[in-house]
């Protein structure tokens, strides 16, 4: 990727306590990385988010070593140890009224932490394996999103005429349709064809987690395609574009040499806002069990094993919950300091 140093102007924008002697002949990716790692509060979002992404990736350890449960299995006649007594999962009369059954609460204990769902099954170790899909499918969601939006808006803004009328219409096809709708709808398709998603020689089974990963994938490329091709058809009209055509340069060396590092920026600030919007669609279709399919486990699976203990159990759906408004919160302000770090147009003032 080409860097160019540059010599800050009078016009040049300065971040809080930066001078113009600190970002004297530094390439503009050296001074977005230089003003991130001065942001505490976007460095503390970045903190937040890794650690919900180790927590996560680390699930089978807590549910073998720690837990000593296996989250996907029914343990609705085990018992657990609180307190040096062996109490049931799952207790027989708990209600208020003495009927019925209600599982484990909080043992604030490794075994069953924040109690068991009404499958007897541990609720903090699902929840560690719900964030391990559900930041899975959000993530690769999210970088396929980027990725195709990305090409396709090369290609449209680069060679404008049929190739963007094409492009923009199939985008506005694809815009037109709530995203909630268009993703329940594939989803469905897809779920009830028996032999899963067929294409040439690669078979997806139904209970994959690429299913819900291409589909959110697909249903969000219009949001990342539009502002991106805006941009590509801002820079194709630069003067260093008209200089490097007149030198001969080919096409792809225009596309992918002078106009992708211009545009790449872009792309840099969508990609945790759109992780984060995929962890949320990812989370609703889940719910509406249309999203991960059984035997996984994913965010909005296990609050909606919860919605009929929300009086008795709470904390089943709550936790999961809490999960995602941490997980989207980190990556709203991880992406703001990213846009604030990369945006040479963001509205800063120098110290005097």
């Not at 924040?114 to 899975?136: K, P």
């Not at 806002?273 to 699976?301: C, D, K, R, Y």
Request: hydrophobic share 50%.
């Amino acid at each position: 990727m080409a860097e160019f140093a540059f010599e800050p102007g009078p016009e040049v924008q300065l971040a809080p306590g930066e001078t113009a002697k600190e970002i004297a002949g530094k390439s503009p990716w050296r001074i977005a990385g230089r003003r991130f790692l001065r942001d505490r509060l976007s460095l503390a979002a970045l903190a937040l988010f890794i650690v919900i992404l180790i927590g996560s990736l680390l699930a089978p350890v807590y549910a073998h070593d720690v837990a000593h449960t296996h989250p996907f299995v029914s343990n609705l006649s085990g018992t657990t140890v609180v307190n040096g007594k062996t109490v049931d999962v799952i207790q027989q009369g708990g209600s208020g009224l003495g009927l019925g059954e209600t599982p484990i609460g909080p043992t604030w204990h490794s075994n069953y932490f924040i109690g068991a769902d009404n499958q007897g099954r541990d609720v903090m170790a699902r929840v560690f394996y719900g964030g391990r899909a559900s930041l899975q499918i959000g993530i690769f969601s999210a970088l396929i999103c980027t990725l195709i939006a990305l090409g396709l808006s090369l290609i449209a803004g680069f060679f404008r005429g049929w190739a963007d009328s094409v492009l923009s219409r199939i985008m506005d096809l694809i815009w037109a349709f709530p995203v909630y709708l268009l993703a329940i709808s594939l989803a469905t398709v897809l779920l009830t064809k028996p032999n899963g998603l067929q294409w040439g020689p690669i078979t997806i089974n139904p209970s994959s987690l690429w299913v819900p990963t291409l589909i959110i994938a697909l249903v969000y490329i219009p949001y990342v395609y539009r502002p991106i091709r805006g941009q590509v058809l801002s820079v194709r009209e630069k003067e260093y574009i008209e200089a490097s055509t007149s030198q001969g340069a080919s096409n792809l060396r225009l596309m992918f040499s002078e106009i992708l590092p211009n545009v790449l920026s872009t792309a840099i600030v969508l990609l945790p806002l759109m992780i984060a919007t995929t962890v949320l669609t990812e989370s609703a279709l889940s719910f509406l069990s249309i999203g991960v399919q059984p035997p996984n486990a994913s965010w909005g699976t296990v609050i909606e094993d919860g919605q009929g203990l929300l009086y008795t159990r709470p904390l089943v759906s709550i936790v999961p919950g809490v999960m995602i408004v941490l997980t989207v919160l980190s990556l709203n302000v991880l992406g703001d300091g990213v846009r604030d770090a990369l945006d040479p147009r963001a509205k800063v003032h120098a110290r005097e």
